[in-house]
């Protein structure tokens, strides 16, 4: 029986018109060099073929299943960004001709990518005072374990790298993936258990002729914000050790860019930028570094330059450049294996900032402040709940912990019974916190969900409303 | 008769939008934050340490919302994509993107969720994955599979890791296993991946036939080798036909055997990557399984091994309680790790299961017999035309694509394969994949996919032969090519000089205030 679908154009009768033009009996021919024993002589053991209206109503099945934060009432950061997505953003990176390309090879075709990427490097090094950002990484996790990869390919003969000891759970895992095959040690900077703050006297101590970076975070995974960055540059290149700094890069209107206090090699998570937190990807690693060609050479990625037509009249252009760092060129010999990378989540960030402009940096870097401090605030007025409990100033992320023998557990369960998602709960990977959670609030936040989301914790804590 | 409608790309001049700045201009505001929330925190200079605070706005353009629209819409189209035409870039299978995959990712439900949430409000993710894990276990004959890595190269990455710590945890020889065996017609990623592990690469030469030499391999098999990757069908698009022999080669020196998913979509429901002897297999979603390629990305990259090597897969896991609830699970002490923040890309996850869904074990297979019947048509015929020929296992069927060779034509005429790619986009498609795999002197790599009518195959096959003619009767004119694109040649020389290397608006600034 014929088998008909829309994506397939083939009919039966040109399928058996094209065998003959190539000289060919039938189908099984194409096959012949596939051993017999080999062939799988039954269907396979999948779902059947379904209408479009069937795959519509299977895939709206399974999304009712979930309760998205669309609602405003989940208070979740965790590393990604939860904001508002303009219209105009989702329109323009949906469109096709930048959805169902690939990489521009072909870069005469190819320039309305090559410029979008272009512009995305552009606006992304801006945002973070630095010279030089590739067409992105996987995401924030990965950025940072190529960051410290290019580190050490750098700072030839250095395999040590320090990272701060408030550092993502996650982001430590990753980079102990990909660190430990090639014999690089990471240690733990120690930090201040009040402030948060990296412990300087840790930090001289250990730098030495062997560290090839000095991580640091700002604001860090635990929302503050880390103050010393002046004195830890200072040291960092005293030691002829390279500086990177991962940065939120939703706080670039009003925060200090890395650029500004010597950050060497800069990564990001710019999902926020436009594109959703789709259960944790994609993604987008935002990586540069500085202007210098020493590191340049070393960057891993796609980098698209500015050029222009070999003859005259000269007309700017854009290609892929500096290839010959790539695996598809340099082989086992590559800065790194990255071939697909996260260009369309680019694209989307590129169009987002372009919408949102300086204006709107500085907005929504102030909403989310004033929005963040003021949960903290009215929480941290609580008995037996603490917040920030860790640091002072902050940004968009801060830890509440709760005492009196109320565990954060019990606090999430509460919450969510009132229809409410708490923070990250943080007891178990940061047990110097004590029963703790990360809270997260941005310009989605309205002041009422902010007001049910404390009355509900103090319900919980203090009323005997947990279990 | 071959309908061929002239082409001509978009040719706007798109100033940077940085140049169509103007201070002042807004696209997009902010509720004002209420009063009542300032009263209580106070101003932002006692809550955001003047120290931290940026002096200098960030110098990004300042423009309206639809400046914003027209620059992107004009930028679109002059990019070629699969939506415009046909797209044979060969191993990166440029199918349909089915719209309906799209819509299913941007749910709500789907979009807008955050991945630390509570499992109890995430129940449908879980079973889409899990589901998506059981198929693709399927689908390649393997015992599991983890969705966790972001594209093909991470999950390479993923492979060779695994195969690592089962030298280290299983035969305790991952020190004195130090080798990577790779074939010299691999792609580039697969030696990249292996170097990252860790892994001394050796090259295994191919055949006179373009296949892998077994007579090589067995003398570079021994008790250094950790592994072979190994790409079937192949890069020249043939199915290696001994890879039970490979398999036992590699197996009996103590070795494990890397499936490079990159060309699956020529075997799906046909055999298994599982039943030949491969030990951990990557899929790209993004190709056999019609994820969009996004200009570059993102792609989606899960792996699936046999049940040696389950316990090293990245954490956390997907498991179903004895409730039937869904649960991640981090409880696995001898896992390779994690090699991405959350899930992996999940926005790719959902449409890759409405694309199996939607297909079935019926369509599947069918993708893949149309897959190879379209690359055997165009093989056929573009090898018949003048300067062209499709070198190695002349009489081997070809699989998902196949590899011509402009050597002749380059010897005839002096016109290069690079040439003859550059004026295909002259004729309304993107040019194959070039110059690859080395094993072939000017190779054009030609996928069409399954999604490809007869009438575009014969569009791409007149356009070869049209070129051909060109290229015997005028080859200035096709060494001149392309004309029809938004731009001609581009300096690519200049693009990568340290002089006149410009990455950035700011790069660009700095050296304009130099020249000045």
């Not at chain 2, 002096?55 to 309206?64: A, D, F, Q, T, Y």
């Amino acid at each position: 029986m014929d088998f008909k679908h829309p994506w397939l154009p083939l009919t039966e009768d040109v399928k058996q018109e094209m065998l003959k033009s190539i000289g060919r009996n039938n189908l099984d021919e194409l096959f012949s060099n596939i051993p017999e024993k080999f062939r799988l002589d039954r269907d396979l053991d999948i779902a059947d073929s379904h209408t479009e209206i069937e795959v519509a109503r299977r895939m709206q099945e399974l999304a009712e299943k979930n309760e998205p934060a669309d609602s405003g009432r989940v208070f979740l950061g965790d590393g990604l960004g939860m904001h508002y997505i303009p219209s105009a953003t989702k329109s323009l990176a949906g469109r096709s001709e930048f959805v169902t390309a690939y990489t521009s090879y072909q870069p005469e075709i190819s320039q309305g990518m090559l410029q979008t990427l272009f512009e995305y490097q552009s606006l992304m090094a801006e945002l973070l005072g630095i010279d030089v950002v590739n067409s992105s990484m996987y995401d924030m996790a990965s950025a940072l374990a190529e960051a410290i990869l290019m580190s050490v390919r750098v700072k030839k003969k250095r395999n040590l790298v320090l990272v701060p000891g408030t550092i993502s759970p996650v982001h430590w895992r990753v980079v102990k993936t990909y660190t430990e095959p090639l014999g690089i040690d990471i240690q733990e900077i120690d930090y201040e258990r009040k402030t948060g703050q990296m412990n300087l006297g840790d930090l001289e101590s250990r730098l030495s002729e062997n560290v090839a970076a000095v991580y640091l975070e700002n604001p860090s995974y635990l929302g503050f914000i880390e103050v010393g960055v002046d004195r830890i540059n200072e040291l960092v290149h005293e030691a002829n050790a390279l500086l990177i700094a991962g940065v939120d890069i939703m706080s670039m209107g009003i925060m200090r860019p890395p650029g500004d206090y010597g950050a060497d090699i800069v990564v990001a998570e710019g999902q926020g930028l436009g594109s959703p937190m789709s259960y944790g990807g994609p993604l987008l690693g935002v990586f540069g570094c500085i202007d210098d060609m020493k590191l340049i050479r070393q960057l891993p990625g796609r980098l698209v330059g500015m050029t222009r037509t070999s003859d005259e009249p000269f007309k700017r252009g854009f290609v892929l450049t500096l290839s010959p760092r790539e695996q598809h060129i340099r082989r086992e010999k590559a800065t790194s294996n990255i071939c697909s990378n996260q260009a369309l989540i680019a694209v989307t960030a590129a169009i987002d900032t372009s919408l949102l402009g300086p204006a709107g940096f500085r907005e929504i870097g102030e909403t989310i402040t004033y929005k963040s401090h003021y949960a903290a605030n009215r929480l941290n007025a609580l008995s037996d709940v603490h917040a920030p409990s860790i640091g002072d100033a902050f940004w968009k992320e801060f830890v509440v912990s709760f005492k009196g023998g109320v565990s954060a557990q019990s606090v999430h369960e509460g919450l969510l019974e009132r229809g409410i998602h708490g923070g990250k709960i943080l007891t178990s990977e940061f047990p110097d916190l004590g029963e703790s959670m990360l809270i997260s609030v941005t310009e989605i936040h309205t002041k009422d969900a902010i007001d049910e989301l404390v009355n509900a914790i103090n319900q919980i804590v203090n009323d005997g409303g947990g279990k | 008769m071959t309908e061929r409608s002239e082409y001509r790309q978009a040719r706007w001049d798109v100033p940077l939008i940085f140049e169509k700045s103007r201070a002042g201009t807004t696209s997009h505001q902010y509720p004002e934050v209420e009063d009542e929330i300032r009263k209580t925190v106070g101003a932002l200079d006692s809550l955001i340490p003047k120290a931290m605070q940026r002096e200098k706005e960030p110098e990004i353009p300042e423009v309206s919302e639809l400046q914003v629209i027209r620059h992107f819409t004009r930028l679109s189209q002059m990019n070629f994509s699969v939506s415009t035409g046909t797209y044979p870039l060969g191993s990166c299978t440029m199918k349909y993107n089915p719209v309906i995959n799209d819509w299913a990712a941007n749910l709500d439900g789907f979009a807008w969720l955050h991945p630390s949430q509570d499992v109890a409000t995430s129940q449908g993710a879980l079973e889409l994955m899990w589901e998506l894990e059981q198929w693709l276990t399927e689908i390649t004959g393997m015992d599991a599979v983890t969705l966790q890595p972001a594209a093909g190269a991470q999950g390479e990455y993923t492979g060779v890791m695994l195969i690592r710590e089962y030298h280290r945890c299983v035969t305790h020889e991952c020190e004195q296993r130090n080798e990577m065996l790779i074939p010299d017609a691999a792609h580039g990623t697969n030696p990249a991946s292996a170097a990252m592990a860790g892994y001394k690469v050796v090259v295994v030469p191919s055949s006179e036939d373009g296949l892998v030499n077994i007579d090589a391999l067995k003398t570079a098999a021994g008790p250094k080798t950790a592994g072979l990757m190994l790409t079937n069908p192949n890069t020249i698009g043939v199915f290696e036909k001994d890879i039970e022999e490979i398999a036992d080669i590699v197996h009996d020196a103590g070795g494990l055997l890397y499936y490079d998913g990159a060309n699956l979509n020529a075997i799906m429901g046909i055999t298994r990557p599982g039943d030949m002897g491969f030990d951990v297999v990557h899929m790209n979603l993004h190709k056999s399984f019609s994820t969009p390629h996004g200009g570059g990305g993102p792609g989606a990259g899960a792996v699936g091994v046999k049940d040696e090597l389950t316990d090293f897969l990245p954490v956390p896991r997907i498991v179903r309680r004895s409730d039937g609830c869904f649960d991640w699970d981090y409880d696995y002490p001898r896992t390779i790790g994690k090699v991405h923040g959350y899930f992996g890309n999940f926005g790719m996850l959902v449409r890759a299961y409405a694309y199996i869904y939607s297909l079935g074990k019926r369509g599947i297979r069918t993708v893949a017999e149309n897959a190879v019947l379209n690359a055997n048509y165009v093989g056929h015929h573009v090898s018949a035309i003048p300067g062209f020929t499709m070198p190695y296992s002349k009489d081997a069927p070809r699989m998902h694509e196949c590899v011509i060779s402009a050597e002749d034509l380059l010897n005839e005429t002096g016109v290069s394969a690079m040439n003859v790619a550059k004026r295909l986009l002259d004729f309304g498609v993107h040019a194959p994949t070039v110059y690859f795999p080395l094993i072939v002197p000017e190779a054009l790599m030609i996928e069409p996919t399954e999604t490809e009518s007869k009438q575009e195959l014969d569009v791409l096959i007149s356009a070869f032969r049209d070129i051909s003619e060109e290229a015997y009767t005028n080859p200035e004119k096709v060494k001149g090519a392309p004309y029809s694109t938004a731009v001609r040649h581009l300096d690519e020389y200049r693009a990568a000089h340290p002089k006149t290397l410009t990455l950035s608006w700011r790069m660009l600034q700095k050296q304009s205030d130099t020249e000045a």
